[in-house]
């Protein structure tokens, strides 16, 4: 396992007719690739997604955090909050982005996992389901797989749902969701944590679950 500090660098990514902004975490010699699909209202800064980032460069992953929405969208998004929901729209950014991922830059070649949170889960199962070569693995933080409904059955690959036992309406929807995925699957309740994980400790646990998970099924395709 590789503990050496990751060296971090902004790209831009071109993405389904856009360009997106994305921030990568590279660890020497990374054992695989993970890509962050943030949901609503969140992007590469979320101190979250970058707190479980630096966990996974730690243990030896490479990471890259892009935002799904450009700029001008983010602020139209703002007003409207239509686009955080189009979840087409963005499961097409992420199935662009590890399209350019498996075959461009410094994670060329390597495993890859996605990381969802929120709207951005569904976009994530979506993509997973659609690019089953080059996708190993899910993990979905306080997610809405819900939204990715009728590719549930379609996704094969290990899939961990991490919820918050403090959100139940979105651990309702999880449990909905685990009967329809069409692979293996586990659900995870961190106790006493709502939905952003803000509790001591909260996001210490989501990290150590998200890792343990992808160095697992990472290091199988390595």
Not at 6 to 21: C, K, N, R, W, Y
Not at 26 to 54: E, K, Q, T
Not at 176 to 199: C, D, N, V, W, Y
């Amino acid at each position: 396992m590789n503990t050496m500090n990751a060296v971090h660098q902004s790209l831009h990514i071109p993405a389904a007719g856009t360009v997106l902004e994305a921030d990568i975490g590279l660890p020497g010699s990374p054992g695989g690739a993970v890509l962050f699909a943030h949901g609503s209202g969140s992007g590469r800064h979320s101190p979250r997604n970058r707190y479980v980032a630096d966990e996974l460069n730690r243990a030896g992953l490479a990471t890259v955090l892009a935002d799904l929405l450009t700029r001008e969208e983010e602020q139209v998004d703002i007003l409207t909050t239509a686009l955080r929901f189009d979840i087409e729209l963005l499961a097409t950014r992420v199935m662009a982005l590890t399209d350019w991922m498996s075959d461009n830059g410094p994670t060329a070649g390597l495993s890859l996992g996605l990381f969802g949170a929120s709207t951005g889960a569904a976009a994530a199962l979506i993509a997973a389901a659609t690019r089953p070569a080059t996708v190993h693995t899910v993990v979905s933080r306080g997610g809405r797989p819900d939204l990715a409904d009728a590719h549930l059955p379609a996704v094969r690959q290990p899939t961990l749902l991490i919820v918050g036992e403090r959100d139940p309406v979105v651990i309702e929807l999880n449990h909905q969701a685990m009967t329809r995925l069409g692979g293996e699957k586990r659900l995870a309740i961190i106790p006493g944590a709502s939905h952003l994980f803000e509790e001591p400790g909260a996001l210490e646990h989501v990290a150590r679950l998200a890792r343990d998970w992808f160095l697992r099924y990472l290091s199988e395709h390595h």
